[in-house]
């Protein structure tokens, strides 16, 4: 049976969701589209590096993980390199980029995966810095070096979005989309809605797990930038950074303005907006009222949604219902799938 062999940057919440998921599929009969599937590497920031040419053992490094947090210096596939020396040595056809997202540079994501083309290999990321920053000059240097560049998980986790507009909206033209990108910040203004404070309700998110220590990125709406930028630039053909957008925190969000929306029949929700205006692009994310019959006033709790309006196909929703970490694993197993279909 043919081979693929993947190489990691990052293995943590989403690397090692996708690894459990890998280990899961390899166990049918045929692989993985008929193909075997060896992971040859594995590199983090603090937990050491794995190379193996002949495949590491998933289970293995999951369990070093979870026993002691990291792997371990003494076995034999351990290295001290890091993942540029990772991307050089391990000999690996596809680089998965799973490391922690900046959204001010979107490295150290854009150099790994800069790397990874120069080295001849396809790039799976789900990182949306990339996307939100420099999806023009990645996508060409992919071609450049013939190499498939997906990034499905980016926006939505495993929801097709990037997908849905690229494999099925043949021959038309998206002029705007409209979301909620951001789970956080919608599950703290629904819990706004039910008097909760803006601090408990963040306290209430981060004991579920939906938000981090520090939730400024979601509550200030930079999450929700660096998702609409990535959208416009890969769906709208735009070249917009997250710092072009028009961005409004919902700490200014006051329980009186729940209550006054609400007597109004309105819900107020955190709207991330691409807009084509006379041939510039609007990229904005502000808290708006938004009537009952407006499909996105009817996302609750850690989901999300997106409208795209299409010239042609008209108004098409796509929603995402309290997704979890493996919604985004599958994000990434289904750019692996695509990208074996690709390769034929
Ligand atoms: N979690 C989700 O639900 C979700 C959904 C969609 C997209 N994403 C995206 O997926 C990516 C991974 O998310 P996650 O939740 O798995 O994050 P995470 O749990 O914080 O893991 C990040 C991993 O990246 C590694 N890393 C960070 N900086 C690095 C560097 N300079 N060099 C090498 N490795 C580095 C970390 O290594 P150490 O552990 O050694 O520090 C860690 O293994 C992020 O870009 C995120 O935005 C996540």
């Given at each position: 049976m043919?081979?693929?062999k993947l190489?990691f940057?990052?293995?943590?919440?989403?690397?090692?969701?996708?690894?459990?998921?890998?280990?899961?599929?390899?166990?049918?009969?045929?692989?993985?589209?008929g193909?075997?599937?060896l992971?040859?590497?594995?590199?983090?920031?603090?937990?050491?590096t794995m190379?193996?040419?002949?495949?590491l053992?998933?289970?293995?490094?999951?369990?070093?993980?979870d026993?002691f947090?990291?792997?371990?210096p003494?076995?034999?596939s351990y290295?001290?390199?890091?993942?540029?020396?990772?991307?050089?040595k391990?000999?690996?056809?596809?680089?998965?980029e799973?490391t922690t997202?900046?959204?001010?540079?979107?490295?150290?994501?854009?150099?790994?995966?800069?790397?990874?083309?120069?080295?001849?290999?396809?790039?799976i990321?789900?990182?949306?810095?990339?996307?939100?920053?420099?999806?023009?000059?990645?996508?060409?240097k992919a071609?450049?070096?013939?190499?498939?560049?997906?990034?499905?998980?980016?926006?939505?986790d495993?929801?097709?979005?990037?997908?849905?507009?690229?494999e099925?909206l043949?021959?038309?033209?998206?002029w705007?989309?409209?979301g909620?990108?951001?789970?956080?910040?919608?599950?703290?203004l629904?819990?706004?809605?039910?008097?909760?404070?803006?601090?408990?309700?963040?306290?209430g998110?981060?004991?579920?797990?939906?938000?981090?220590?520090?939730?400024?990125?979601?509550?200030?709406?930079?999450?929700?930038?660096?998702?609409?930028c990535?959208?416009?630039?890969?769906?709208?053909?735009?070249?917009?950074?997250?710092?072009?957008?028009?961005v409004?925190?919902?700490?200014?969000?006051t329980?009186?303005?729940?209550?006054?929306?609400?007597?109004?029949?309105?819900?107020?929700?955190?709207?991330?907006?691409?807009?084509?205006r006379?041939?510039?692009?609007?990229?904005?994310v502000?808290?708006?009222r938004?009537?009952?019959?407006?499909?996105?006033?009817?996302?609750?709790?850690?989901?999300?949604?997106v409208?795209?309006?299409?010239?042609?196909?008209?108004e098409?929703?796509?929603?995402?219902?309290d997704?979890?970490i493996?919604?985004?694993?599958?994000?990434v197993?289904?750019?692996?799938?695509?990208?074996?279909k690709?390769?034929?």
């Amino acid at each position: 049976m043919a081979v693929l062999k993947l190489c990691f940057a990052g293995f943590g919440n989403v690397g090692r969701a996708f690894c459990g998921l890998l280990a899961d599929k390899r166990a049918e009969p045929l692989g993985i589209c008929g193909r075997e599937i060896l992971v040859t590497g594995v590199a983090t920031r603090s937990k050491g590096t794995m190379i193996d040419a002949a495949g590491l053992d998933l289970a293995e490094l999951l369990l070093m993980i979870d026993r002691f947090g990291r792997f371990d210096p003494a076995h034999v596939s351990y290295r001290g390199c890091g993942v540029t020396g990772m991307i050089e040595k391990c000999g690996a056809d596809v680089f998965i980029e799973l490391t922690t997202l900046s959204i001010k540079d979107a490295e150290p994501a854009t150099g790994y995966i800069e790397s990874a083309f120069r080295h001849g290999m396809h790039v799976i990321t789900a990182n949306k810095g990339p996307e939100a920053r420099y999806f023009s000059r990645l996508s060409k240097k992919a071609a450049e070096a013939g190499k498939q560049y997906l990034f499905e998980s980016a926006v939505m986790d495993g929801a097709p979005v990037f997908n849905m507009a690229r494999e099925c909206l043949h021959g038309d033209r998206v002029w705007k989309i409209r979301g909620i990108l951001n789970g956080t910040s919608n599950f703290v203004l629904d819990q706004l809605e039910k008097n909760i404070s803006l601090e408990d309700a963040i306290l209430g998110a981060q004991k579920m797990g939906i938000a981090e220590a520090d939730p400024s990125m979601d509550i200030d709406g930079w999450d929700g930038a660096a998702k609409i930028c990535a959208l416009a630039n890969v769906i709208m053909g735009a070249n917009v950074t997250p710092d072009m957008a028009r961005v409004d925190s919902i700490r200014g969000v006051t329980a009186l303005d729940i209550r006054d929306a609400g007597e109004k029949g309105l819900r107020i929700k955190f709207v991330c907006q691409a807009e084509e205006r006379d041939g510039a692009m609007d990229i904005s994310v502000t808290p708006q009222r938004l009537p009952a019959g407006d499909i996105l006033a009817r996302v609750n709790g850690s989901s999300a949604a997106v409208t795209m309006h299409a010239r042609l196909a008209g108004e098409i929703t796509i929603m995402q219902h309290d997704p979890g970490i493996l919604q985004t694993a599958y994000g990434v197993y289904s750019d692996l799938i695509t990208l074996l279909k690709r390769l034929g």
